[in-house]
């Protein structure tokens, strides 16, 4: 995927951002022809400014919980190497 200009990602498994409709940090999913939008998973907001990717670990911190996992690594399609994970549950409701 190709970062637009003014858009910073670090290495980790889910790319978030600020949505603004939401009014706060939300996981993403790749969006356009080449991937280089990113959407709110909650409302499809097109999240504009800077974003991060957040390891699976770390997930608990942005409100979301890991449900399930597949072991032969066919989980989500927001992640950005291939996780095992096939279920994300936003705790503190969208």
């Known amino acids: 995927m190709s970062a637009a200009a003014g858009v910073f990602l670090e290495h980790g498994d889910f790319a978030a951002g600020h949505c603004r409709e939401c009014g706060r940090e939300v996981l993403s999913y790749p969006d356009g022809p080449e991937g280089d939008v990113r959407r709110c998973l909650h409302c499809d907001e097109r999240l504009v400014g800077e974003l991060r990717w957040v390891d699976v670990a770390d997930l608990g911190g ?11 690594g066919t989980g989500c399609t927001s992640c950005a190497s291939g996780c095992v994970v096939k279920t994300v549950t936003d705790k503190r409701g969208a």
């Open 62 to 72: 942005l409100g979301y919980e890991v449900e399930t996992a597949d072991p032969a």
